[in-house]
Nanobody, 123 residues
């Protein structure tokens, strides 16, 4: 069956870094546009960053531009999100999704979600 599993979250001080990973199995990873989303308590889930199947095209939400970098390794069926210069407002549950698209924002179309990994940034 399909599995989408995030890892790499944790507690970090403001200004620190984390690298999230999303490992997948049971799906044709290289055929899916992939994305990272986050949801803070009391807020709606938002698209943080998305990447094309080959990794050439990317989208970043304005607040993370210049700080976060999305990448993928199709040979390892894995998606990454390098997060630098973290801020307390980045605190949220981060989700990986297969089957996304973007225009003004990154959004989920049809595919699969992971269970999420918590990122907490202390001030």
């Amino acid at each position: 069956q399909v599995q989408v599993v995030e890892s790499g979250g944790g507690l970090v001080q403001a200004g620190g870094s984390l690298r999230l990973s999303c490992t997948t199995s049971g799906l044709p990873f290289r055929s899916y546009r992939m994305g990272w989303f986050r949801q803070a308590p009391g807020k709606e889930r938002e698209g943080v960053s998305c990447i094309s199947t080959g990794g050439v095209s990317t989208y970043y939400e304005d607040s993370v531009k210049g700080r976060f970098t999305i990448s993928r390794d199709n040979a390892k069926n894995t998606l990454y999100l390098q997060m630098n210069s973290l801020k307390p407002e980045d605190t949220a549950m981060y989700y990986c999704a297969a089957g996304v698209d973007w225009s003004d924002t990154c959004y989920y179309r049809r595919g699969y979600w992971g269970q999420g990994t918590q990122v907490t940034v202390s001030s």
